[in-house]
DNA sequence: TTAACTGCAAACACTTTGCATAGAT
DNA sequence: ATCTATGCAAAGTGTTTGCAGTTAA
């Protein structure tokens, strides 16, 4: 039973994660996705959440809103939003998978990481020129070519030492 | 017990894992870390594989030349490794970490990967050209000089849907 | 009305840890 | 002689699955 129905739809769009060609859209679209009293209270509770969040930080959060939803439930939409590409996962190299709603309102520019191999921080940067962009571009479709790969989008992570960390070691 | 001991030391050279400033090589440096039989058929093995293996991948080929060895002192070695920048930890994305050889002979140039979210195929490319590395330098100056990080390494990794894949799904 | 979704708990897969023993230096 | 590494098994951790009951459409 959902223990808590007080919130709202969303103008949520979700896409159909079955069928290709059929109604791209949630709700009412015959292709299955439903939207939920827990799925609402998940896009929402993501939506307020900064960062990059663990799954049980995830949880937390949304045990506040949404007290008895199961964890299961939680990984359950998470997978479906992945799948959909609504949210994207990630892992910073502690064993959890971390998430981010791929965008936050209209597609805000793309970042990537900066992660600390000590404590596993993660800070997003963003200042690509568009140098960077031909670059990407420039690979993509070597990648395409060489290799006949869809390429549907990329990943740049830089690792090192935080400024914590390095202080910490010193 | 050790149940096979007919491989001989290789020239590895080992950095200390735990003090820094000290001698930091292996063997015999004082630093802890020691060259053992079981040691030794993990380096050998991973230098013979190819790709980016998971654990039981390794540890499947590491039994047929070294019947006694656990699953743990692959685990640990291989922590060990990583944690000295000889093997370099990788997660496709199915949730089992992948291990590579940071250098297989002497920095063969580094290479990225092209991943798919279908079936976890991955693919290495290096075709980086003196752009790629002008680029990346710039990233890592400015990343340094905003965030105060240590810079260690990068990856670049492209995701998509293998040719394999894609038919099926077509 | 029916097919999707949920919560719970049990199962799972991968990794780490405790401990007594073996081994490198 | 000392202190690290090993093998085993048990425990841990994060995630997935089976199921009976609930709910969106």
Redesign the pocket.
């Known amino acids: ?3 808590d ?1 007080h919130y709202q ?1 969303k103008d949520v769009k979700m896409r159909c994660q ?1 069928a290709k060609g059929q109604g791209p859209f ?3 679209n ?1 292709c ?8 609402q209270a ?1 896009f929402r509770t993501l939506h307020e959440m900064e960062g990059h969040p ?3 930080e995830i949880f937390a959060k949304l045990r506040l809103q ?1 007290p ?13 939003l992945r799948s959909n590409g609504h949210v994207s996962a990630f892992d910073s190299g ?4 971390r998430y981010e709603l791929r965008q936050k309102a209209e597609r805000p520019g793309h970042h990537h990481h900066l992660v600390c191999r000590s404590c596993h921080q993660i800070i997003d940067y963003m200042n690509f020129e568009n140098e960077e962009l031909e670059l990407v571009k420039k690979l993509e479709v070597h990648l395409v070519q060489k290799y006949k790969y869809q390429v549907t989008d990329h990943d740049i992570t830089f690792y090192g030492t935080c400024p914590n960390c390095s202080t910490e070691r010193a």
């Open positions: 039973m959902y223990n129905n739809y079955r949630w709700p009412s015959g299955g996705a439903r939207m939920t009293a827990p799925r998940i663990t799954v049980d949404f008895g939803i199961g964890l299961a439930t939680l990984y359950r939409n998470l997978e479906l502690d064993g959890k998978l």
